[in-house]
């Protein structure tokens, strides 16, 4: 992906007048000369379940940091990316802190939106943080986030419908299938809601076929291989022998609504989704919800590590304040609470010592699966790759491509997209 030369002047010209206007890069606000500072965060979290976590959190911080004032803004993640780049390169309208997915960080730094963390009250505790989630936050050597989650996916599943069918969670796709069987005849219910319209819950079964989208070590691109072609061969599969039911678009309210209601047996789903999940009807009683890893494939069974950090504007004419915020919001005191209310799970070390976070029986799930997940590539044009995936996903649940069409489609899409790659 390219900058023009205008855009990089400008954003530099907007980092060097913030510095000037915040004070050296890490230092603390000085209340009395300055008086009480706004800064803007944008958060991509649901709007519903998390967001009241996050906004009592930032009364919190507000009653420790007197000179700092917050302006929470919560963002649909679907349009976060775009707005923000828009709003970058125009020098208008950017927040002061960004909740970014973790492709985005490397892409937001690669452009010169992002301000370097090293060195500054933001990066706090370095060492404290899994180098799994530290990974995504590095750009050429330097650091542009600070992780705030890290996360994977499995199986979420409806034990009483489980129960009912005489079945087992599947430890793989064929038991997968085979239970489905028993599902649909003994409950009248599908056996897996498979998401359609986001790639993102394609990878567990290119994973699981030893498959990846590119090899950032020989720069190659691989999503045309064998591997991903068997799973475009299965995700279809299992949708025609409707073992799965799937959608084209509004896939998470769908998926979302199927398992609260009761509708189907099983999602792949991650610990974000474990609040709002809890709160349908199907699970008024919480022992009615289990979580087990995504059944395996031929070769594995593989999860895609995902997560988010928090990362700050170049061009925020409040550094400080926004270092300070950053510190806070991803200090084990916080990380702690965020997990005993939203079951998500911590990016530092320390925390998952703390009783409230060891005892999480989510936690205690998902953070073996997040230590073997596969990493995505951090590259700048690894948030992009996730757009000819997707256009060739539903095509093929859908029936617009065969597997081979699709693979090779998405193939010839990341190598216009991806510089020097073969």
């Known amino acids: 992906m390219r900058r023009g030369i205008a855009v990089i002047a400008l954003v530099a010209a907007l980092a060097l007048s913030a510095t000037a206007c915040s004070g050296s890069a890490g230092g603390e606000v000085d209340e009395e000369a300055n008086g009480p500072v706004t800064i803007t965060w944008w958060d991509t979290s649901d709007a519903n379940s998390e967001a009241p976590v996050y ?28 707005k923000f780049k828009n709003a970058a390169s125009s020098g208008s309208g950017a927040p002061d802190v960004i909740r970014s997915e973790v492709a985005w960080t490397p892409d937001f730094a690669s452009l010169g939106y992002l301000a370097p963390l ?17 990974a995504s936050t590095k750009y050429d050597g330097k650091t542009f986030g600070v992780p705030q989650v890290i996360d994977s996916v499995g ?32 409950t009248g219910k599908a056996a897996l809601y498979l998401r359609g319209d986001d790639a993102y819950w394609f990878l567990s079964f290119l994973y699981g076929e030893g498959g990846d989208m590119i090899n950032t070590k020989d720069k190659s691109v691989t999503i045309d291989d064998k591997p991903a072609v068997e799973a475009f061969r299965i995700v279809k599969e299992l949708v025609d022998s409707k ?8 896939g998470w309210d769908n998926m979302q609504k199927a ?20 709160n349908g009807d199907a ?19 593989g999860s895609p590590q995902g997560g988010h950090n928090y990362a700050v ?97 998405t193939g010839d899409s990341y190598r216009k997209l991806l510089k020097d790659y073969k």
């Open 259 to 278: 398992m609260k209601d009761g509708e189907v047996a099983m999602a792949i789903n991650g610990p974000w989704a474990v609040t709002d999940t809890l």
């Open 243 to 250: 073992v799965a039911v799937t959608d084209a678009t509004n």
């Open 118 to 134: 090293d060195g500054t009250a933001a990066l706090d505790k370095e060492d404290d943080y899994l180098k799994q989630a530290v």
């Open 283 to 301: 699970f008024k009683d919480k022992a009615n919800f289990g979580v087990a890893p995504v059944p395996a494939g031929s070769k594995t069974a």
């Open 55 to 82: 906004k009592e959190l930032i009364k919190e911080f507000e009653t420790a940091n007197k000179g700092i004032k917050v302006n929470y803004v919560n963002v649909p993640f679907q349009d976060a990316q775009n």
């Open 313 to 409: 504007y170049a061009g925020s004419k409040n550094l400080d304040a926004s270092y300070e915020f950053v510190k806070y919001m991803s200090s084990a005191k916080v990380q702690a609470e965020v997990t005993e209310k939203l079951s998500l799970l911590p990016t530092r070390s320390s925390v998952y010592g703390d009783p409230k976070v060891a005892d999480n029986e989510i936690v205690q799930f998902f953070k073996p699966v997040v230590e073997t997940a596969v990493e995505r590539p951090w590259v700048p044009e690894g948030g992009s790759l996730f757009a000819p995936l997707q256009t060739q996903y539903t095509k093929v649940l859908t029936g617009q491509a065969t597997p081979e069409e699709a693979a090779k489609s």
């Open 155 to 186: 199986i979420f599943y409806n034990k009483k419908l489980l129960k009912e069918a005489g079945v087992e969670v599947p430890k793989t796709l064929d038991e997968l299938t085979e239970a489905a069987k028993a599902i649909k005849s003994k």
